[in-house]
């Protein structure tokens, strides 16, 4: 229980639940970064007084702002965010959004740190290197809530016992809707997630489906399960959190709260478990349903099957246009339905390679941004 924690993303919803329970739980917090110098993050960084405090962007006039409310010296730079990630022993908590928290994800692992990995897109995009960044001796705890419960529920089985991981999906706010009503939904209207409380990008990823799709990228690279023995199934009421078919047909699945901090708990003291952070969970009076993927509603889940079988290259321009056909949606520039059409369209024209390195992973998700914007100013 005496690691030191470091987190990155501290004012987002993981970073803040992150940094919720690690105060329960008692543990020193070494380094807060977050990328904008907020009041918010000012309020953490002053009630932390040992940690290091790191802010990645800002001008200049709010980081001197931002440094008085604070009341010590800040670090501003990104190769500050790496170093904090090698803190001798520290667990690593990357709630960075997007591809940018690549690197940050490497550090730790080169460091032979834990990595409590909430950035799924470090791993969607940069998979291969990621595995190999795993050769140092560093340890990766997924804080996903489906792949907190596969890891658990695949603890002391061997791989060649697994017949099947089998992902739950919410639905998102659109489950049950016809594609062609959902050509006006409005970004307020997609914001408005059922069960889960999470940040804007993923909550839209999370009514398109892209956010399952990129959980299967995440699951396949994680436990090292072919694409063809991933399924995703929808389960509105998020208490099964995944499940583990096995050879001989048990299953086991992870149920409970749909609550973030006990996915982030875990991530912090595996293989020990604490006191629930969460409300008290019981089974009796709930009615658990379970339904088939409307595929063609939703079409983000198969592009990403289809760009996680590719590999290579194609996972991150996945992600990347993405990213940049989301942000559109949520700035009225782009419709609901175009976001899969502009993904789709850009691996397409993305040529394939493989990624050796993080300089390849960088350039691979420059180049589908560029495409991904271009596609989307020629979609208005
Ligand atoms: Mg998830």
């Given at each position: ?5 470091v987190v990155?993303?501290?004012?987002g ?15 020193e917090v ?5 990328l904008?110098p907020?009041?918010?993050?000012a309020?953490v960084a ?5 940690a290091?405090v790191i802010v ?5 006039e709010?980081r ?8 010590r ?5 990104a190769?500050?965010?790496l170093?904090?990630?090698?803190t001798p ?6 709630g960075?959004?997007g591809?940018a928290g690549?690197?940050a ?10 990595l409590?990995?909430a950035n799924?897109?470090?791993l969607?995009?940069?998979?291969p290197?990621?595995k ?10 997924p804080v ?6 596969l890891?658990?529920?695949?603890q ?5 016992a697994v017949a099947?991981l089998v ?6 706010p659109?489950r049950?809707r016809?594609r062609q009503?959902?050509?006006e939904?409005?970004?307020e209207e997609?914001l408005k997630h059922p069960?889960?409380d999470?940040g804007e990008?993923v909550t ?5 489906l892209f956010n399952?799709g990129?959980e299967v990228?995440e699951a396949?690279?994680?436990?090292d399960?072919p694409?063809?023995r991933?399924e995703?199934?929808?389960?509105p009421?998020?208490?099964l959190h995944?499940?583990v078919?096995f ?5 086991k699945g992870h149920f409970g709260q749909p609550d973030?901090r006990i996915?982030?708990?875990y991530a912090?003291?595996?293989p020990a ?8 969970f ?14 063609g509603?939703?079409?983000?889940l ?8 590719r590999?290579g ?12 056909a ?6 009225h520039?782009l419709g609901?339905?175009?976001i899969?059409?502009v993904?789709g ?5 993305v040529e394939?390679?493989?990624l050796?390195s993080?300089d390849?992973?960088l350039e691979?998700?420059?180049?589908a941004r560029?495409?991904?914007?271009t ?6």
């Amino acid at each position: 229980m005496s690691r030191p924690v470091v987190v990155l993303g501290a004012t987002g919803s993981i970073g803040s639940q992150t940094l919720e329970v690690a105060d329960a739980l008692g543990m020193e917090v070494a380094a807060v970064a977050a990328l904008r110098p907020s009041r918010r993050f000012a309020e953490v960084a002053a009630s932390r007084p040992d940690a290091r405090v790191i802010v990645v962007g800002g001008s200049s006039e709010d980081r001197a702002d931002f440094e008085s409310a604070v009341g010590r010296r800040v670090e501003y730079d990104a190769p500050a965010v790496l170093d904090a990630s090698a803190t001798p022993g520290a667990v690593v908590v990357n709630g960075i959004v997007g591809a940018a928290g690549l690197r940050a994800t490497l550090a730790t692992l080169e460091a032979g740190n834990r990595l409590a990995l909430a950035n799924k897109e470090s791993l969607v995009a940069g998979g291969p290197v990621v595995k190999r960044a795993l050769q140092h001796g560093g340890e990766m705890i997924p804080v996903d809530s489906e792949h907190s419960a596969l890891f658990q529920c695949l603890q002391g089985e061997p791989p060649e016992a697994v017949a099947r991981l089998v992902l739950t999906a919410s639905g998102g706010p659109f489950r049950g809707r016809s594609r062609q009503s959902l050509g006006e939904v409005t970004p307020e209207e997609a914001l408005k997630h059922p069960t889960w409380d999470m940040g804007e990008r993923v909550t839209i990823d999370s009514a398109t489906l892209f956010n399952k799709g990129l959980e299967v990228i995440e699951a396949h690279y994680l436990f090292d399960v072919p694409y063809d023995r991933i399924e995703v199934v929808v389960h509105p009421q998020s208490v099964l959190h995944s499940a583990v078919e096995f050879v001989d047909g048990s299953w086991k699945g992870h149920f409970g709260q749909p609550d973030m901090r006990i996915p982030i708990q875990y991530a912090l003291t595996a293989p020990a478990r604490s006191d629930s952070p969460a409300d008290p969970f019981s089974l009796a009076g709930r009615e658990l349903t379970f339904e088939e993927v409307d595929r063609g509603t939703f079409p983000a889940l198969d592009l990403a099957f289809v760009a996680g079988r590719r590999g290579g290259s194609a996972p991150a321009v996945l992600n990347a246009a993405d990213e940049v056909a989301v942000e559109a949606f949520l700035q009225h520039r782009l419709g609901f339905l175009g976001i899969a059409d502009v993904v789709g369209l850009t691996l397409d024209q993305v040529e394939w390679r493989q990624l050796d390195s993080v300089d390849d992973v960088l350039e691979v998700d420059r180049e589908a941004r560029g495409i991904a914007a271009t596609l989307v100013a020629g979609s208005c």
